[in-house]
């Protein structure tokens, strides 16, 4: 399959699983000095490959494609050139949006959340699109697979677009179950000392 039917693939699968609801949220895969992106003001489940952008890495300046480059590119190509990231998923998930509006940061209700990198925390506000965005968001993803965006979303990273669509999942769950955790009381947060021992547990499982 290639980049650009990958990227309309799972475009589709997030139209399907709610994580994106018109033309919100963008996703984006790297090869090389070149970044297959989905196109702005298009459904995510509409697309066909050849509507798909390709930009330069370093530039913006668009290569391939039918389509003008979605607005979060400047975001998308700050986060390339500054991780090891090969693809990028963001959406405006409904969990994932409410934490971003009402918390500064996501604190680990679950072990699973070391699969994101532990603590996600939330970027600054910016508008959409713009250079102060990709900054933040940049900051926020210092050491982690996830970031949420203050009144505006989620992003995710990974080493593929399968990758990084699962981590956006995974955010999503991590985010409903501490806002669905909220309604019945205070979540209980699991310490660094917990964390480490599922860490631990991880890297020496116990013999069989």
């Known amino acids: 399959m290639s980049l650009r039917e990958q990227l309309c693939e799972y475009g589709r ?43 330069d890495l370093t530039t913006g300046k668009r290569v391939a494609g039918e389509l003008r ?23 405006h998930s409904v969990f994932g949006t409410v934490v971003a509006t009402t918390m500064t940061e996501l604190p680990p209700v679950h072990y699973n959340a070391l699969m994101l990198g532990g603590v996600v925390k939330v970027a600054e506000y910016a508008t959409y699109g713009t250079p102060e965005l ?41 985010c409903e179950v501490y806002v669905r955790g ?5 979540p209980n947060i699991l310490t660094e000392d917990q964390l480490a021992a599922v860490i631990e547990r991880t890297l020496n499982p116990p013999p069989l």
């Open 13 to 55: 699968r997030a139209v399907e699983l709610g994580l994106v609801i018109g033309t919100s949220g963008n996703l984006s895969v790297r090869e090389g000095d070149l970044v297959t992106v989905t196109p702005s003001g298009a459904p995510l489940d509409r697309l066909t490959p050849e509507l798909c952008p390709v930009v």
């Open 69 to 91: 480059p979605s607005s979060e590119t400047p975001m998308h190509l700050a986060i390339y050139q500054t991780t090891d990231a090969r693809a990028i998923v963001h959406t």
């Open 182 to 186: 909220l309604n019945i009381g205070k």
């Open 134 to 174: 990709a900054a933040n968001v940049r900051q926020a993803l210092e050491g982690k697979r996830a970031a949420l965006m203050a009144n505006h979303g989620g992003v995710t990273i990974g080493a593929t677009l399968e990758e990084a669509f699962e981590a956006t999942r995974l955010l999503e769950w991590l």
